[in-house]
């Protein structure tokens, strides 16, 4: 199992856990399960590219439409994650763990994510 699969099965769980949760911490576990999906589809992506570059260094031949499309579809997830992030930062929830990011309710005193205790900002901050 890969680093991005054992992330892909850490957002899994961090899902179930906010199942169980309020409305708010439910579509922060959705939003976090998201990105751990769009990371392993750009880890995949950086293989099919490096796979092009090391065909190229070998062969000389490139296939440009291909590496274009590529970068392009990496750059796009990665914004994509990016405003996930903003939208979990800027969620109704009255606290944001500093270890995961999960929008968690104000009186918690360990994130029901990832364990941490007590390292949260408010969204004021």
Do not use: H, W
């Amino acid at each position: 199992m890969d680093f991005f699969d054992e992330l892909l099965d850490k957002a899994r769980v961090a899902f179930d856990v906010a199942v169980k949760a309020t409305e708010d911490v439910v579509d922060t576990g959705k939003q976090k399960f998201n990105i751990a999906s769009l990371e392993s589809k750009i880890s995949k992506d950086y293989k099919t590219l490096g796979e092009a570059f090391y065909a190229f260094k070998k062969n000389g031949e490139i296939d440009d439409a291909a590496v274009d499309e590529l970068i392009l579809s990496i750059d796009e997830k990665l914004l994509k994650i990016e405003e996930i992030k903003e939208e979990i930062r800027n969620s109704k929830a009255d606290r944001v763990c500093a270890n995961c990011g999960a929008a968690i309710e104000e009186n918690t005193i360990f994130c029901p994510f990832c364990g941490q205790k007590l390292e949260f900002t408010t969204e004021e901050e």
